[in-house]
């Protein structure tokens, strides 16, 4: 697909468990919380936390980006180096500003959507993928028309860029206890973005 990388197995199973090392570490300081919906401020089915200078966060109020954890007040962790330098190896551009952190236990879900609360749009975002296997929906600009499946598992990532910064996207399931990665079970995926240009 025009826009789209897939680097399959990009990290080795001893380079992943090295990874999610580093993300619970910082976890530890900027824990998972449940953001809710605008408006109806319904739950979502994932939990999520931030690395970096900007975090994205979702409450009644809206969706932004903020410097803060919206349940501690402090600060997000930085961002794992080794994530810094995949964008480095990979991304044409200046220095990601965000890692949202996405964690799916059983049964969570991501709604087709498109992410479109960055100014920056000439930069790529880069997905790693940790932990069990997502079924990972990908369309167009538009919510109708076609849309494509793929498989991610833990060790992937993904690059979208040009046309498919703007796709419509999404995660219709995973597949709990196809990987024993996470402590607990599920996967987590990490997203690098820039924010602001
Ligand atoms: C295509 N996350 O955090 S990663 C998200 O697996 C998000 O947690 C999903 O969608 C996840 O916003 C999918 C793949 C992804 C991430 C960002 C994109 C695909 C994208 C931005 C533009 C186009
Ligand atoms: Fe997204």
Redesign the pocket.
Known sequence: MP??SLWRARYSPQEQRGLLDAVLANIAHAPFYRPVMPGNAKPFS?E?SNFGPLG?VSDQAGYRYQATHPVTGKAWPAIPQALLDLWDAIADAPPPQCC?V?L?REGAR?GL???KDETARTA????V?LGDD?I?R?GGETRRGPTKRLT?QSGDV?M?GGV????????DRIKPGSSTLIPGGG?I?L?L?RVKD
């Not at 790529?124 to 997905?127: A, D, N, R, T, Y």
């Open positions: 826009g789209v994932v999520e994205w949202l996405n799916y991501m959507h498109q992410d790529p975002v880069l997905s993928s997502a990972f990908i991610l993904l979208f498919a910064r703007l796709a419509y996207h999404g995660i996967r995926n997203t973005r």
